[in-house]
């Protein structure tokens, strides 16, 4: 199939894109990498008038690390990341996440903007973002606004960004005073396809070994990435030693409720999380262990 016929404009400031989403409001929609727009406009899953290309706009493309934070623009590339010898300094665990996502030709395309706001439940970025206590900058008619990670995915393809709002960065916090280990683990069919289960872990240690800060994302397990809020605090404050990390997934994982497909089932499902969970809870720990940055 082919695209309906649609408009392309080419903004080069955020102020423009903001202008033109204002203008042709539900009609438009923003091109940043195109890896999950352009295939569902030839399929006719979506139509839209006019195509907001960021390409030429400023300030979208950088990397920038700022004190505790790493600022990351909305149209920088996912290979870019991959590469990045920031990313792998201070947060490697997006540079591993990055290699899961598609292919290389994806990732030279593709944008993490692109990723986050599309919102599929089944990619790595939001349940990393989400498990790393990211905050999206957006702007719009009113100004500038962050949303924390926790409140920006609403379901299946559904962000807290309104029709006339651009996602400009994402802040990306950097652990200190603590040891911390963290570590992403998806099953797929083949290396390239969306995960059928996926899991991030960043957990943290006080000087005497104990866990002082535990996050556990999933993704492909609900219609959007999925903190384990309980386990999160079974595993806090406690040395790792004393805890069953395999029984705790366990229970973790019989809670869960993720969709059946022809891919596999809800039960199925369940038996990877199960080992997903323990997987990434105990890299992680050993991680942190071995992490000097104290």
Known sequence: MKCAPFRVELPSTVDEVVAALVEHGEDAKILAGGQSLIPMLAMRLARFDVLIDVHHVDGLASIQLDQNTIRIGSRVRQSEIERSDVIKRHLPVLAEATALIGHFQIRNR?????????ADPAAEYPAVALALGATFEVTGPAGTRVIPAADF?????????????????????????????????????RHGDFALAGAVASIGLDPSGAIVETAIALFSAADQPLRLTEMEAALTGHSPDSLDIPALSAAAAAGLAPGDDLHGSADFRRHL??????????????????????
């Open 110 to 118: 593709g944008t993490i903007g692109g990723s986050l706001v599309h």
């Open 153 to 189: 995915f609403l379901g299946y393809w559904t962000t807290a960004l309104t029709d006339d709002e651009v996602l400009v960065a994402i802040h990306f916090p950097i652990p200190e005073g603590k040891r911390v280990g963290m570590t992403v683990k998806e099953v797929a069919r």
């Open 273 to 294: 999380f199960r080992h997903l969970i323990a997987d990434v809870a105990a890299e992680a720990i050993t991680r942190a262990q071995e992490a000097t940055n104290v």
